[in-house]
């Protein structure tokens, strides 16, 4: 039966409604900041972020199921709907005319969500019954304590009731703050050094162009050092005979490339080009020239 | 007055003395659960330190199950201390979770190495750019054609800015955190208490592929996810059945839209799991769930349209993958067995100790499955009359896990074994619902043996949790990561995710830069995987092994003349390590020549790589010391 009620009849559709406007106004934020690149203090990555995998599929339970106050679960759920609007919106997008883009995406989701909480907002406010209290879910605030494996808690107290519970809370609080901050120092500073690798290091000696140098007259070879420290390298070029048509010596730093032009026609049969790494007679690396 | 004593109220007694009294003092329970925190963040702490000593030492090991040992233990107070509430078992499984997807971040932190995860990185990135689904094939059959998780990826990248590399980590952390949280949801959906649903969720978390196969930007890690939230919602429209209630089921109906879009097989396996609730509902009420059935027949259309009509490259794809698990099957019976298979622990760095572990937590979740189905067969009667809705749920879990865990098990031991593996995220969550009730049955036992010693059963409930643990830990061995769990400075195996190295990455983006895109490139698995995702070359060549497979310099060259390559990429660590998979070519199956066959596992001879230097038609353009490519001149 409809019943005509104003949104601030009761406390839990007030709730509601203030925070499917919280939720249309972060997503504008973060529609603006897309279309027109504004990225402050990275409040693009973060409305964004909002955007894309919260507000629409939050948009949708609500409209589906506006009365529900399961907070943590319509939460948890939004973020999983949200998933699946990006999909839809990607597919459609994709096998229509129009193709998808940045604004095709944003604007959907934008509206979508607009869309969608217009039509919560709508059921909350004309359509209002016991219907929509659906009871199929998990209540936020019930403590449970139903089955024996609940006595698990009771004698996990034993461990968790210290003498810490003595202390003032202004004394627990501080100390609370900075065994927080400090173990989360330890996780973040570890996790950064975890992060420094040791890339494997090389020497690349290369044609530049991947040309077919049978049919050229100028070739460019390229030497790049990635060994992490400074190298001496020896160039030669030898002609079928092994002899040593070309020759040059060079020191490279860390991440230095250096290119050698050479006029194929200048040089004796030239046929391969070897590196060596300075005191070291064994060839480091070898590429031909002319096949 | 008459004190009525009788046996019903000697255990209703019993059973109220084991209800914890909820604590007034709710701010300790929150206080405590902080301290859990920064105990938690310790652990993570000591876990990422494991990643920074020399790698499969003691000390990395030691480290690496300390920060575990160290997290779980945080994560199982948070949830079970006093006054537990939702959202302490929530933030303990996501909390968890996360710490889960660590590892696989931390082994490869630079870019992904593993060859799904790199070929669903390459579609999202082709699909920025050339803004179709409808990609060119560079090494993966199928780019585009199941794009769900490149569009979410997508939406995020459109929406916030953030560079697609940050995005293919973010999501599967994202997912990665979501899924027992799911699984949470879905159990208490089925009439599981919060702390049984805990533990059912922990149990789920132990599956092989939970902690490294669905730490990856692949779309069997978002199909995962939805293939859970189908469960959910299917287990939320039956209840109906009992309470009368209405229950919208247009998320169903787009949930499954939303994972056809994204996974072949998961979807189909979604729509069996609900044509079984559907029939166990039946079976249970007597009548028949139109919303579910519904539901089963809109899938299975939509399969059929979307993979006949838009991603028609899929049918060959799957076609050939059915037929090469059935060969592999038929195989079993065969006097010679031909083909790759991938042992569990086949050039594998890990202790012996983590191994024995391995084979123990088989054991375990046998035990524990067996005992929960003795539980609910027994209390089957009861449940018959107090809770159909309960009844429907174990009877479709009781298929979706136990009888196909309990089926599949013996394939373990053979040359299928990741047929078993890839199903087991389908079928834990039934798994785990069933070992949540062994878990209680236990807890129970202070109950049923009364002349056990008081000591025993007072702290009766730390053994769960260690077998709890023990299950999770015995989940991380059997599922780790395929190219080690830590970052070895001397790769162990050839053409596998671990010689995807910078050196191998940078031969690529050279190419790309020198010759443009889509040129035709054979070489190794690893090869054909970095060159075509960073260089952006076609490298899905046929029978891709023939040219190093023989030291004739004319075959080599008509194959490479006939198949028009442009260039060829040898690793010269394929001549010092074995292969990963047993092969270092794709391709290589039950039907190729017996040469081939008879290579599988031995390290490729060095004079097979050599003869390309005195190929005449071969130059050699690029070396940078493992990585040497050779432009065909023929074909350029």
């Known amino acids: ?291 | 007055m008459t004190l009525t004593i009788n046996k019903e109220s000697i255990t209703q007694i019993r059973n109220r003395e084991l209800v914890p009294q909820v604590r007034s003092n709710q701010s300790a329970g929150i206080y405590n659960r902080l301290v859990c925190v920064a105990l938690y963040l310790g652990g993570v702490g000591l876990l990422a330190r494991s990643y920074t000593v020399p790698p499969n030492s003691f000390d990395a090991y030691g480290l690496f199950w300390a920060g575990l040992l160290t997290a779980y233990c945080a994560t199982v107070l948070i949830a079970w201390l006093p006054g537990a509430r939702p959202l302490y078992y929530v933030s303990a499984l996501a909390l968890l979770g996360g710490m889960l997807f660590l590892p696989t971040y931390l082994r490869s932190p630079d870019f992904p190495i593993f060859t799904d995860e790199l070929f669903h990185i390459q579609s999202i990135e082709s699909m920025q750019l050339l803004k179709t689904s409808q990609l060119p094939v560079t090494f993966y059959p199928i780019p585009g054609d199941y794009p769900g998780l490149e569009f979410m990826g997508l939406a995020l990248h459109y929406a916030s800015g953030i560079p697609i590399e940050i995005v293919g980590r973010l999501t599967p952390l994202i997912i990665h955190i979501l899924i027992p949280v799911v699984v949470f949801y879905t159990l208490v959906s089925c009439s599981l208490s919060y702390s049984l649903a805990f533990i059912g969720s922990l149990v789920y978390m132990s599956n092989s592929s939970y902690y490294f196969f669905h730490s990856i930007f692949s779309y069997e890690t978002l199909s995962m996810l939805l293939f859970l939230l189908v469960m959910l919602l299917g287990f939320r429209q039956v209840k109906v059945l009992s309470s009368n209630e209405k229950q919208n089921s247009l998320s169903l109906f787009i949930t499954i839209a939303a994972l056809i879009f994204t996974h072949h097989i998961s979807s189909l396996i979604a729509l069996g799991f609900l044509l079984t609730l559907g029939g166990a509902a039946y079976i249970v009420y007597q009548k028949i769930h139109r919303a579910i059935f519904a539901a089963v027949l809109f899938g299975s259309v939509l399969w059929l349209t979307w993979i006949f009509f838009l991603a028609t490259r899929s049918i060959n794809y799957l076609g050939s993958a059915f037929i090469a698990r059935l060969q592999t099957v038929a195989a079993l019976f065969k006097p010679t067995q031909t083909g790759a298979k991938r042992e569990l622990f086949k050039n594998s760095s890990l202790p012996v100790a983590e191994r024995l572990l391995a084979y123990f937590y088989i054991l375990l979740l046998l035990g524990l499955i067996l005992l929960g189905l003795w539980v609910v067969f027994r209390s089957y009667k009861a449940t018959r009359k107090s809770n159909l809705h309960l009844l429907t749920c174990q009877l479709t879990l009781f298929i979706f896990g136990p009888l196909t865990w309990l089926g599949l098990g013996p394939l373990i031991l053979t040359r299928s074994s990741d047929i078993v593996y890839r199903a087991w995220p389908f079928i834990f969550l039934g798994i785990g619902f069933y070992a949540a009730h062994a878990i209680n049955q236990l807890l129970q036992i202070k109950f049923t043996l009364k002349n056990l010693p008081r000591c025993l059963t007072k702290y009766i409930t730390a053994p769960i949790i260690v077998v709890l643990g023990l299950l999770l830990a015995g989940g991380i061995i059997v599922g780790d990561n395929q190219s080690s769990r830590f970052r070895p400075a001397e790769i162990q195996a050839a053409a596998g995710p671990e010689a995807l190295t910078n050196d191998l990455v940078e031969a690529a983006r050279w190419l790309n830069n020198e010759a443009g895109s889509y040129n035709r490139i054979t070489g190794d698995v690893s090869s054909s995987t970095a060159f075509a995702v960073f260089g952006n070359q076609f490298t899905n060549i046929w029978s891709s092994w023939i040219p190093y497979y023989t030291l004739d310099k004319t075959k080599a060259q008509v194959y490479l003349n006939e198949y028009k390559i442009n260039f060829v990429a040898v690793d010269l660590r394929d001549s010092r390590y074995p292969p990963r998979y047993g092969q270092y070519f794709s391709g290589i199956g039950v039907s190729s020549p017996i040469e081939a066959i008879n290579m599988n596992d031995k390290i490729l001879p060095i004079e097979n790589l050599a003869k390309f230097d005195s190929m005449e038609k071969l130059q050699r353009i690029f070396d940078n010391g493992d990585v040497i490519l050779y432009a065909n001149i023929k074909n350029k």
């Open chain 1, 1 to 291: 039966m409809m019943k005509f009620r104003s949104i601030f009849n009761k406390d839990k559709e007030r709730k509601l409604a203030l925070a499917n406007l919280y939720i249309l106004l972060f997503s504008s934020i973060a529609l603006t900041c897309s279309v027109f690149s504004w990225d402050a203090m990275g409040i693009h990555a973060i409305t964004g972020l909002f955007l894309a995998w919260f507000a629409p599929g939050y948009a949708l339970i609500a409209a589906t199921n506006p009365a529900n106050s399961k907070y943590l679960e319509r939460f948890i759920l939004s973020i999983v709907a949200s998933f699946i609007i990006n999909i839809l919106i990607g597919v459609v997008f994709d096998n229509s005319p129009f193709g998808f883009s940045l604004l095709a995406f944003v604007w959907s989701l934008w509206a979508l969500t607009v869309f969608l909480l217009s039509v919560s907002w709508i059921r909350i406010i004309f359509f209002h019954s016991n219907d929509y209290y659906s009871s199929v879910g998990v209540e936020e605030n019930e403590i449970v304590n139903q089955t024996a494996a609940e006595s698990i808690s009771f004698r996990l107290n034993n461990f968790a009731h210290f003498r810490f519970i003595n202390l003032a809370n202004v004394e627990k609080s501080i100390i609370l703050l900075i065994l927080l901050v400090a173990s989360l120092a330890w996780a973040t500073s570890n996790i950064i050094l975890a992060t420094e690798t040791q890339p494997k290091t090389f020497t690349t000696l290369a044609i530049e162009g991947a040309q077919n140098t049978a049919l050229e007259t100028n070739v460019k070879i390229v030497i790049d050092n990635q060994e992490r420290k400074e190298m001496r390298y020896r160039l030669e070029i030898h002609s079928k005979d092994k002899e040593i048509v070309f020759l040059e010596n060079t020191i490279l730093r860390q991440g230095e490339k250096r290119t050698f032009e050479i006029n194929l026609t200048d040089l004796k049969e030239p046929v391969e080009a070897v590196l060596y790494r300075e005191g070291n007679e064994q060839p480091y690396r070898k590429i031909d020239l002319i096949n």
